[in-house]
T-cell receptor, first 115, second 112 residues
Framework: DADVTQTPRNRITKTGKRIMLECSQTKGHDRMYWYRQDPGLGLRLIYYSFDVKDINKGEISDGYSVSRQAQAKFSLSLESAIPNQTALYFC??????????????FGDGTRLSIL | RKEVEQDPGPFNVPEGATVAFNCTYSNSASQSFFWYRQDCRKEPKLLMSVYSSGNEDGRFTAQLNRASQYISLLIRDSKLSDSATYLCVVNSLSSNTGKLIFGQGTTLQVKP
């Protein structure tokens, strides 16, 4: 089983709809991250969380919100989806108990298309 | 200037060739460096961390040059299965937060 699981894997929806992407992990890591990836732009950080009470905006948080329901779960919401939010979304985790600036471990990704 | 810059390529090489990628970073205070591999439309996977003294893992060698602020990845005896995008990753300007900055990636195509 994957250590970092994202659902759904693919989603097509319409402009204006509310969408939630979910991420769960079995690695026991405190830190979790949401990224989006667009062709030619690389990975950009949307939100990150260091524990269930600590949530921080990344470089492109506008139009997104998150919820850290438990150590193992971190969900990303698009309250009113727009076409330029069409992208590949990744959740990631890292383990600060081994020191800061550890590598991150990614889920399989969610391919989101907004029409 | 981007915080992490890579030549996007593509690098087209024959099987068995040696290929090297460079990556430059803008923040001289960066402490952690990684190379990730990403196959088409899949998740990035950690290939190797990059240490100050340089490190090797099989056919892969990573080097760090702090004075010039670049890291490199050398792949020897390229295999078809090495075809992928290689992401250069550096810890963010806000250190000790776990945040990483990803380069846009360098694409490698290994041909038979």
């Amino acid at each position: 089983d994957a250590d970092v699981t994202q659902t759904p894997r693919n989603r097509i929806t319409k402009t204006g709809k509310r969408i939630m992407l979910e991420c769960s992990q079995t690695k026991g890591h405190d830190r979790m991250y949401w990224y989006r990836q667009d062709p030619g732009l690389g990975l950009r950080l949307i939100y990150y969380s260091f524990d269930v009470k600590d949530i921080n905006k990344g470089e492109i948080s506008d139009g997104y919100s998150v919820s850290r329901q438990a150590q193992a779960k971190f969900s990303l919401s698009l309250e009113s989806a727009i076409p330029n939010q069409t992208a590949l979304y990744f959740c990631a985790t890292s383990d600060p108990t081994r020191g800061d600036n550890q590598p991150q471990h990614f889920g399989d990704g969610t391919r989101l298309s907004i029409l | 200037r981007k915080e992490v810059e890579q030549d996007p390529g593509p690098f087209n090489v024959p099987e068995g060739a040696t290929v090297a990628f460079n990556c430059t970073y803008s923040n001289s205070a960066s402490q952690s460096f990684f190379w990730y591999r990403q196959d088409c439309r899949k998740e990035p996977k950690l290939l190797m961390s990059v240490y100050s003294s340089g490190n090797e893992d099989g056919r892969f060698t990573a080097q760090l040059n702090r004075a010039s602020q670049y890291i490199s990845l050398l792949i020897r005896d390229s295999k078809l299965s090495d075809s992928a995008t290689y992401l250069c990753v550096v810890n963010s300007l806000s250190s000790n937060t776990g945040k990483l900055i990803f380069g846009q990636g360098t694409t490698l195509q290994v041909k038979p």
